[in-house]
C-alpha cells in the first residue's frame, strides 16, 4: 500500500494549509487513517486519527484548529490546518492501518511533507 502526501509548505503563524493523503495499491480494507508529525528533536507524535466509521481523536495542541477528514471512496485522507502556530512546524506524515487481501493487517506510512510556520 502507498501513500502519497501533498499540501506541506512554508505559512505564516495564523494562517492555513490543507493536507491530503491518497492511499493506493492492493488492499482489502483500511480501517483507521492518521497524520502525524515530527519536530526537529522531537519524538514522532499522532496528531489526529479517522476510522473509517469517522470517529476520530486528536491531540490536545490542535483540539479546536485542525480538522481531519476522510474520503473513503477515493481512500485519502485530509487535514484542514487553521490558526497555525510556530510550534506546528514540523514533517507530516500521513499513515494508514488497514487489512491486506489476505486479512493480514498493514500499516503503511507517507513519504512525509515539511510544514513551516514563520513570519
Known amino acids: 500500500v502507498q501513500l502519497q502526501a501533498s499540501g506541506g509548505g512554508l505559512v505564516q503563524p495564523g494562517g492555513s494549509l490543507r493536507l491530503s493523503c491518497a492511499a493506493s495499491g492492493n488492499f482489502f480494507s483500511i480501517n483507521v487513517m492518521g497524520w502525524y508529525r515530527q519536530a526537529p528533536g522531537k519524538q514522532r507524535e499522532s496528531v489526529a486519527t479517522?476510522?473509517?466509521?469517522?470517529?476520530?481523536v486528536y491531540v490536545d495542541s490542535v483540539k479546536g484548529r485542525f480538522t481531519i477528514s476522510r474520503d473513503n471512496a477515493k481512500n485519502t485522507v485530509y487535514l484542514q490546518m487553521n490558526n497555525l502556530k510556530p510550534d506546528d512546524t514540523a514533517v507530516y506524515y500521513c499513515?494508514?492501518?488497514?487489512?491486506?487481501?489476505?486479512?493480514?493487517?498493514?500499516?503503511?506510512w507517507g513519504q512525509g511533507t515539511e510544514i513551516t510556520v514563520s513570519s
Open positions: 479517522i476510522t473509517s466509521g469517522g470517529s476520530t
Open positions: 499513515n494508514a492501518d488497514g487489512l491486506t487481501y489476505y486479512k493480514l493487517d498493514f500499516r503503511s
